[in-house]
């Protein structure tokens, strides 16, 4: 079976543009969270979307949008890039809503110059 | 910011040996993580302790919760070249709404010498 699977793998944007990553969760799996990890440090909650609808927010800007789809795949969006928004963005998928064993794609590495 | 802190921040050893790394964190908690980071990509989940429990074990990995102290730890027997990774806990937090949010610590980098 697939795991989580994120596009795409590596990202260069300049300031001022907007990003859009993708997110396709485990077959079954209707939960996806979204997380940032700066290099160094662990990764933080941006969103968790469950049966489509939005279950949790982070301490993010409203630049950072996500939805999830009728097949429960994901986007997350960042809206006047910023340098600081260089990170490794990752996605994960469970089962349920309590996040008790997230399943995590490979990430995306957005670089913003 | 984050909820836990992990110690030690780094830690270097010989294959064979154990690793042990600890975690704090400042909230009551239903349960608490370990995943595993290989050369910064996706995590691993390894192990997952709840609230009313004080030790699991899994393989050769060990972990303890003391809730009164707000702290858990992780030990790795035995370890091996191929246990290099970053290792996080993370804690869902009671009263984060059900929101499935999970807080991270900063991790520890364990290096394991062949």
């Known amino acids: 079976d697939a795991g989580v699977t994120q596009s795409p793998t590596h990202l260069i944007k300049t300031r001022g543009q907007h990003v859009t990553l993708r997110c396709s969760p485990i077959?079954?799996?209707?939960?996806v969270s979204w997380y940032q990890q700066v290099l160094g440090q662990g990764p933080q909650f941006i969103f968790q979307y469950y049966e489509k609808e939005e279950r949790g927010r982070g301490n993010f800007p409203d630049r950072f949008s996500a939805r999830q789809f009728p097949n429960y795949s994901s986007e997350l969006n960042v809206n006047a890039l910023l340098l600081g928004d260089s990170a490794l963005y990752l996605c994960?998928?469970?089962?349920?809503?309590?996040?008790?064993?997230?399943?995590f794609g490979s990430g995306t590495q957005l670089s913003v110059l | 910011s984050q909820q836990g802190e992990e110690d030690p921040q780094a830690l270097s050893i010989q294959e064979g040996e154990n690793a042990t790394m600890n975690c704090s964190y400042k909230t009551s908690i239903n349960n608490l993580q370990w995943y595993r980071q290989n050369s910064g990509r996706g995590l691993v989940h390894l192990i997952l302790?709840?609230?009313?429990?004080r030790e699991k074990h899994s393989g050769r990995l060990r972990v303890t919760l003391d809730t009164s102290k707000k702290s858990s730890s992780l030990l790795i027997t035995a370890s091996r070249a191929a246990d290099t990774a970053s290792y996080f806990c993370?804690?869902?937090?009671?009263?984060?709404?059900?929101?499935?949010?999970?807080?991270f610590g900063q991790g520890t980098t364990l290096q394991v010498k062949p």
């Open positions: 994960a998928s469970s089962l349920q809503a309590i996040n008790e064993k997230l399943f």
């Open positions: 993370a804690t869902d937090g009671v009263g984060s709404g059900n929101t499935g949010k999970l807080i």
């Open positions: 302790i709840r609230s009313n429990e």
């Open positions: 077959s079954g799996h209707k939960s």
